[in-house]
């Protein structure tokens, strides 16, 4: 494993943590508690979306959508909706799918990126 799919590998991992707490504090009805989780959510959401396209992230820069080859179907306005209001539980449910789309779109990416290796 390179460098960078480790780097994905703690973010699926800190992910996969922050998704279990989210659960819980959905189903207890912590929406302000839940609203901090969700807004690191989206933060690794937009770094892994970045990443999967070999673009460095940027805090204060906003993504330009149409330059990423491997995104989500309606990316844009499924993050604009969850940015808008993240502490509903539909939009927890938006990134969870946005996460799990994008997760299997690097594994496509890196299957596509290694048969085009010529084998040597």
């Known amino acids: ?7 994905i590998s703690n973010l699926l991992t800190e992910w996969k943590n922050s998704k279990m707490q989210l659960e ?3 189903r207890e009805r912590e929406y302000k ?10 933060q690794l959401f937009i770094q ?8 460095p992230v940027t805090l204060n820069e906003s993504l330009n959508f149409k330059q990423l080859e491997f995104k989500p179907v309606n990316v844009e306005e499924r993050l604009a ?7 509903l539980y539909h939009s927890y449910r938006q990134l969870s ?5 994008q997760e299997k779109l690097f594994v496509k990416r890196n299957i596509l990126k290694k048969a085009s290796k010529p084998n040597g």
């Open 81 to 87: 909706f969850i940015t808008s209001r993240p502490a």
């Open 48 to 55: 892994f979306l970045a990443w999967s396209n070999d673009l």
């Open 24 to 26: 819980l504090l959905f």
């Open 33 to 42: 508690n839940a609203k901090l989780l969700m807004d690191k959510g989206i």
């Open 97 to 101: 799918e946005l996460m799990m789309e």
């Open 1 to 7: 494993m390179d460098k960078k799919e480790v780097e």
